[in-house]
């Protein structure tokens, strides 16, 4: 069933030379939903893409700055460039992640006083954000800033910066470089932290008058599956500040579950982390149910699962897809969520006399083919359960 703030009916008129396709058997098709289901698109590279289209609409990439640019003067964007026109060429929003990060920083803001590492991180932010405005219009502005200033794993400049000038005026900092770039684009605060330390951070950010259009939240589930309740209290802590919220990165586990004494994720890498049978029916069953309560809550705009493929991050047994390419129960159980139940079957209708058909499905596109034409509407923005009229010019 689907939830009621996922879905919009309309009133189409279907047109073709601007005169109504009356009396007309039309097929109406979805393709697309406004619903951003996403996942990395690190593995680009990898035999994976029919998988991966397969269920996602909104692809996350790789702008960690010590990788983009790990010489001082010489970024990565070309390389960069190409993976987003591969997945914006095929209808993909994209995401760039993150623009600013005290891990993976680069070594050479080592060398510069506190000054220099601002106007640096001004300047790459600016750099991307106009680089791949039109291709990338959705960032990641900066991330985890919560234990920023009082990251000890490993001597980088942004932590440095951060403790100097704090959390604020760091969000600050990047922010209005990224606003200013592109003003068109959505800016993300993220973090893993889901304690009242990030309430009270996002508080003093809107506070300051920082402009935020959507909040990130982190979802590594490596030491168990949070269950709904756990879930939906998140969501209703976050959700006060009527700002979006995007699951920003969501792993579920099909192998053992990380001890739980292990406080960072990252401390826990293994030679051998396999995925099991009993674990991948756990993790199918866990996958639904952790997506069903997300788009059934209203501020969810979107959910990134960070990897297609086992092993993809920290080797651990976190995706839909196992290491020699074969779809686990997971990827099923969620294809039957997004193509299946939250998918308008593909579907003959007739128009009235004047053109029109009542069409009512999941938000999102769908297509509308008659008389050797076709043509596309949205339920969306502007149709809304009490209807709304459209039109569908049909072109050859």
Not at 78 to 106: I, N, Q, S, Y
Not at 146 to 175: A, Y
Not at 367 to 393: D, F, H, K, P, Y
């Amino acid at each position: 069933m689907l939830p009621s703030h996922r879905v919009a009916d309309a009133l189409v008129t279907v047109t073709a030379d601007r005169a109504p396709v009356a009396g007309q058997d039309v097929l109406v098709r979805q393709t697309d939903h406004e619903f951003l289901f996403g996942c990395t698109g690190f593995e680009r590279d990898i035999p994976l893409a029919d998988q991966w289209f397969g269920l996602f609409n909104f692809a996350t990439l790789p702008f960690y700055w010590g990788q983009f640019e790990g010489e001082a003067g010489s970024p990565q964007t070309e390389k960069l460039m190409e993976m987003a026109r591969f997945f914006k060429d095929r209808g993909c929003v994209v995401k760039g992640h993150p623009l600013a990060w005290h891990t993976l920083a680069p070594d050479w803001l080592l060398e510069r006083n506190n000054g220099e590492i601002a106007a640096a991180q001004v300047e790459r932010v600016t750099r991307e954000v106009g680089d791949f405005a039109g291709v990338i219009d959705m960032w990641d502005v900066i991330n985890e800033v919560v234990i920023m200033p009082i990251f000890d794993k490993e001597e980088n400049g942004i932590t440095r910066l951060c403790r100097d000038i704090g959390r604020i005026p760091m969000i600050r900092l990047v922010f209005d470089a990224a606003r200013h770039t592109n003003p068109a684009a959505t800016l993300l605060l993220n973090d893993f932290d889901m304690s009242a330390a990030y309430e009270c951070l996002i508080e003093g950010v809107l506070e300051a008058g920082v402009r935020i259009d959507a909040l990130g939240l982190q979802s590594h589930m490596h030491q168990g599956y949070w269950g709904e309740e756990h879930t939906l209290s998140v969501l209703d802590r976050f959700s006060r500040y009527g700002l979006p919220i995007h699951f920003t990165e969501t792993t579920i586990v099909s192998g053992h579950l990380m001890p739980p004494e292990i406080v960072d994720l990252n401390d826990y890498q293994i030679d051998d982390w396999p995925t099991t049978p009993e674990g991948e029916e756990r993790q199918a069953d866990e996958i639904a149910r952790h997506y069903r309560t997300l788009v059934g809550h209203p501020a969810v705009r979107g959910i990134t699962y960070w990897g297609l493929q086992d092993g993809a991050w920290l080797g651990a047994p976190g995706g839909f897809v196992r290491a020699d390419g074969s779809a686990k129960p997971s990827y099923h159980a969620l294809q039957n969520l997004i193509r299946g139940e939250w998918w308008l079957p593909e579907t003959t209708m007739r128009t009235d006399d004047e053109g029109r058909l009542p069409l009512r499905g999941f938000r999102g596109t769908y297509t509308i083919e008659a008389l050797g034409r076709t043509g596309m509407v949205t339920l969306g923005n502007g149709s809304t359960l009490g209807g709304s009229a459209i039109e569908c010019e049909l072109v050859p």
